[in-house]
């Protein structure tokens, strides 16, 4: 189950214990948007029928990148426009059913089966308007932009700024509660393409799990993320060692070490 919060007129942000996932839905005058859609088709229904008591407004659906907490809920909200980076597309068609039985696994060992059920009858719904660098929503007297900033926590990440609110929406480029994810990130480029987000001047920022937070928080993780970006290309050029990278980084061991292993690996 989830709780509302309202960081805007018509914007607000759906958390959900699970993961301390964050999903968004943003009204306009003809429609809404629907930022991710949760981690299987279970909590996409339980999602979308909150939308509903929010909104009669027809919905479409943007997702931020292609991790299965934010995209296996898509198919609960039928047939609509889905928003993503060509990415995404090519990661949910490539590698869906991989995380489909890496997360499956990952719930049954951990003794939660319901969660891993609903993942494996979750039917894998491929965005179809793809965004490749920018894309505008009209939702009628409110536009929102959907912009792809530059490789990050994915390659492929999109964020969904709706410039009258002053709020954007980074998926898991901004991480509140806990460290960011490294494991299929872009560690050198990620402090940079934050830089860009940030200079899209919102005064709220929602995170792909976490509290909303402001322009001082995603600062102090972009510092963050060029710390651990020095500490990647010194052990790259010798002069650190790999434990020497661990003590230093701000990020517990193993996030630095996915991040270490990101690096080294292009
Ligand atoms: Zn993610």
Known sequence: MGRWIEVGDGVLVRRHEELDLSLGLIAGGRGCLVVDTGGDEAQGAEFAAAVREVTSLPWSVVLTHAHFDHTFGTAAFGECAVWAHPGCAAELEAGGEAQRATWAEHYRTAGRTDIAESIEATRIVLPDRLVRDRAEVDLGGRVVRLLHPGPGHTGHDLVVHVPDAGVV???????????????????LEWPSTLGGVAALGASTTVPGHGEPVDAAFVAGQRAELDEVAALCEAVAAGTLTAAEALERSPYPASFTAGALSRAGSR
């Open 169 to 187: 929406f980074a998926g898991d480029l901004v991480e509140q509660g806990a460290p960011p994810a490294f494991e299929d990130s872009y560690p």
